[in-house]
Each structure stands twice: as C-alpha cells, then as structure tokens.
C-alpha cells in the first residue's frame, strides 16, 4: 500500500526554524516528483514546492529562499526545512506525491508559528 | 503565475441534485487541471486528473469537462458522502495553484 506520514510540526516562535518529514512506503521516492501544499486555518490549499525526481526543486514566492525541499532516498523520506518562519506559515502541511496531480497525500502535520 | 476562479464560493444542493462547479483559468493550460475533494480535518482526495479523467476508485457520478479556459466538475447525483470542500488545481507551469474552493453544503 502506497502511504505518506508526515512529522515534525508544532508550535515555533517567529524566526524560528523547524524540519517537517514525509516517510514513503509503498514506493520509491527517487523515482517520484514530490511535494509540500498548505493549508492556514480555516483557508485553502497554498503549493510550497516540487522536488523533481533529477533532485532539483521549484518553490512558491511565499517561501523561497526561506524553505528548502529535500529526500533522503535511503531513507525514503521527504524533508521540508523552513527557516525564518512567520505568523503567516501557519498552516497544516502535507506531502503529496505527483508531477502533474497530486496523488497520494499524506496526513498533514500542523505547524504553528506564535510568540 | 495562472490564477483559477472557481464559481460559486459555496453552493447549497439536496441528495439526488445534479451539481456543477466550474473553475477558470487565466490563461490557456490545455487539460492541466485536476480536481479535488477535502472533507473536514482530511487530506484533500483526487477526483478528476487531466480534465475529464476519473481516478481510480472514484465514483463515476463524477466527471469533468472543459471548454477552453473554462473547466467544470459536475456531481450527476449528489449522494451525502459527497457534501464536502472541492478545489481545482493546475499543473501547467509553477507555481502550481489552486482555487480558493467551493464549499458544497446541504
């Protein structure tokens, strides 16, 4: 079965940094196109970034040069670092797997960013 | 960056309704539109890839349709389980994006 279970979230200070983690089972990361979407309360769904099976990323204007996308394909996982975190990166995260659609999506792990 | 409209907001049916959502593009993407379901504290669900292609698994109540810029999901008989949160979403070019979503209510 092919499954994603994200980590790592919780409640952070603005400017703080914090790593959110995808573990794949079911398939193989360096084979797939891999992604972050977001969601703020009560909101809907924000594209964060793409990391492509070559191993180079795209990222929304939101985020870049503050978030960087990463995997670890020995240990089948994807990574979400994010630095200089704001009020306004609140949100659940998901990883989802696909190029074009979005297909599986993980669970979500919240994160919350508040003094 | 292509910005999706998606119409109405929110849209009030009964169970047996046959309900379209419709969701405009900015500018031409060919078929690079896909559509979603998310139910409350859920994942979003994929529905429909590609425009018109039914995912695996998914009802075929179902189906998408596009003219143009113009692409819709149309629910031919609405049944409880489908009371949720749709959005559409293209892959043209990124930023990928979405719609901000129509809330499908009894």
């Known amino acids: 079965e092919v499954q994603l279970v994200e980590s790592g979230g919780g409640l952070i200070q603005p400017g703080g940094s914090l790593r959110l983690s995808c573990a794949a089972s079911g398939f193989s990361l360096s084979n797939s196109y891999m992604n972050w979407v977001r969601q703020a309360p009560g909101k809907g769904l924000e594209w964060v970034s793409i990391?492509?099976?070559?191993?180079?990323?795209s990222y929304a204007d939101s985020v870049r040069g503050r978030f960087t996308i990463s995997r670890d394909d020995s240990k089948n996982t994807l990574y979400l670092q994010m630095n200089s975190l704001r009020a306004e990166d609140t949100a659940v995260y998901y990883c989802a797997s696909g190029f074009n659609w979005l297909d599986p999506w993980g669970q979500g792990t919240p994160v919350s960013v508040s003094s | 960056d292509i910005q999706l409209t998606q119409s109405p907001s929110s849209l009030s049916a009964s169970v047996g309704d046959r309900v379209t959502i419709t969701c405009r593009a900015s500018q031409s993407m060919s078929n690079f539109l896909h559509w979603y379901q998310q139910k409350p504290g859920k994942a979003p669900n994929l529905l429909i890839y590609a425009a018109s292609s039914l995912q695996s698994g998914v009802p075929s109540r179902f189906s998408g349709s596009t003219s143009g810029t113009d692409f819709s999901l149309t629910i031919s008989s609405l049944q409880p389980e489908d009371f949720a949160v749709y959005y559409c979403q293209q892959s043209y070019n990124t930023p990928y994006t979405f719609g901000q979503g129509t809330k499908l209510e009894i």
């Open positions: 990391i492509y099976n070559s191993g180079t990323a």
